[in-house]
């Protein structure tokens, strides 16, 4: 089974600049979240997809941060104009809830992560 | 909203020894409390998980503890290995999103 990829891995920009970050969920997952974490920070929530519709995006830091899934399967998140506290890593996640009635957790699977350099 | 902290921040063991992480949580809604490890370069994996309905579980050498009255929960590794050197995080799901703690950099000294 592949599991979450995240493309790219690194990217370095230059304050004011744009950059686009691409999350693949595992195949089947409706449930899609974005976190960032900063260096030796927690790992930070910004916002849950599920399937294409927006559930909670109360962790994104304002309106320069922007994220799509169209169609319900990928998501892309977007930072217009990049400033330099934007800088860390940025994971996205995925889940199907398995048998919530049975009691049985929400388990996260995590991409490795796009590093965001703003300089 | 949920707040999760997470004790020690870092943590340096001898190998063999055991190694204890810490975490506390604010709301007494959230029922569900994973933990995460990730080796350096690495993306984060689920090691161990606990629901609200359990006081404790173990998977051969880890264990995770819940206290749901005090709201705290605890990781235990036994007989650690210098593959156990990682950073780990705690984390609660509150509203459907986990809330991860600060995480704990674990470095075993063989």
Known sequence: ???????????????????????DPISGHDNLYWYRRVM????????????ESKQDESG????????ERTGGTYST?????????????????????IGRAAGVGEKLFFGSGTQLSVL | GENVEQHPSTLSVQEGDSAVIKCTYSDSASNYFPWYKQELGKRPQLIIDIRSNVGEKKDQRIA?????????????????????????FCAARNTGKLIFGQGTTLQVKP
Do not use: W
């Not at chain 1, 030796?40 to 399937?51: A, D, Q, T, W």
């Open chain 2, 64 to 88: 995770v503890t819940l206290n749901k009255t005090a709201k705290h929960f605890s990781l235990h590794i036994t007989e650690t290995q210098p593959e156990d050197s990682a950073v780990y």
């Open chain 1, 1 to 23: 089974e592949a599991g979450v990829t995240q493309f790219p891995s690194h990217s370095v920009i230059e304050k004011g600049q744009t950059v686009t970050l691409r999350c």
């Open chain 1, 77 to 97: 998140l977007k930072v217009q104009p990049a400033e330099l506290e934007d800088s860390g890593v940025y994971f996205c996640a995925s889940s199907q809830v």
């Open chain 1, 60 to 67: 994104m830091p304002n309106n320069r941060f922007l994220a």
């Open chain 1, 40 to 51: 030796g920070k927690e790992i930070k929530f910004l916002l849950h997809f599920v399937k």
